[in-house]
Structures are given as structure tokens and as C-alpha cells.
């Protein structure tokens, strides 16, 4: 499987046989078009991080079974997703990043999750965000622009969902 180094002006991908490709550092637009791309296309993904590519041969990536699937393979690492878990107490998620960021969010309500899944309809990453910006209610604002905590948001929405506390009377 290939291999992500990390250095502040780019990514460099090393792949299995030794191939090693540069990388821009993918932003938010960037994750929410590769998850939007992925949906369509199971090659999505890697054709989304192949045009980041600023050293390295598109072509080859593009039209090589084994690259593409490397490439899908690391998505994660590529855009340095950060795993979290929630919790609830008081009526309160609290969302902890496995880099000790955190935030609180107040449960979703009928409103917010419809608006939700019209944005998530055009990028599924908008679902996520419109999640996270309306139910907030403090914590790092960083975790709104970084595309690794959003990615490691995304994850844990479908169990944050399931919160059936008093303050939404659907028990």
C-alpha cells in the first residue's frame, strides 16, 4: 500500500513499487469535491487527488488499476482525517478529536437535518458542515475549515444522529 509523508509545502505519495508523486495540500472545497465525485464514480476519489498532483505523471496515475487503487486506499491520510468519538451529557454532544480539539453541539433538530440532506443532495461534505455550524455551540473554530476534522466529523454523524434525549421528545 502507498505511503503519505507530510511536509508543509506538499505530500509525497510513495506507492508499493517505489513511485512517488507530490501532492498539493487538499483544503475543504477540495474533500467535499473528491466526496462528491466519489459517489458517482468509484474512481472518484483518486481522479479528485490526481488533479491535486504538481509532481508526477497524471496519465500513469489515471490509467493504472494499481495506482488509483492506492490512491482511494489513502484518501484518508491524504487529507490527514482525525478521528473523534461523542458523548452526551445534559442534553450536549461532546465531540473530542484524537488531536484534543473539541466541541459541543446541541442535538440536531427536524429543521437543521432537512436543510442537511438538500445541502448533502450537491456535496455530501455541506451535510456535514451545516450539521456541525447549526448545532453549534462552542469549542475549537478550527474544526469548521480543516478538512481532516471534518472528514473524522463526517464519520460519527450517523451514530450522533441517533440522540433521542427529552429536549427532542422522541423517545
Known sequence: MATVQRNDETLIVVFNDGYTIKLKHPDTKVLGLA?????????????????????????????????LRQLSTISDDVFGKISCAHS???????????DEKMVLLKP???????????????????????????????GDED???SAGHLLGFSEILDSLLEYTGDDLGNF
Open 35 to 67: 466526496l462528491a465525485n466519489g459517489r458517482r464514480d468509484p474512481n472518484g476519489v483518486a481522479d479528485t487527488l490526481i488533479g491535486l498532483v504538481v509532481d508526477g505523471d497524471k496519465e500513469k496515475l489515471k490509467n493504472t488499476v494499481a495506482y
Open 88 to 98: 452526551w451529557k445534559d442534553g450536549v454532544a461532546t465531540i473530542e478529536f484524537s
Open 108 to 138: 440536531v433538530d427536524r429543521e437543521t437535518y432537512s436543510q442537511a440532506q438538500v445541502k448533502g443532495k450537491q456535496n455530501p461534505l455541506l451535510y456535514a458542515k451545516h450539521i456541525l455550524s447549526a448545532c453549534w455551540i462552542e
Open 143 to 145: 474544526v469548521k475549515q
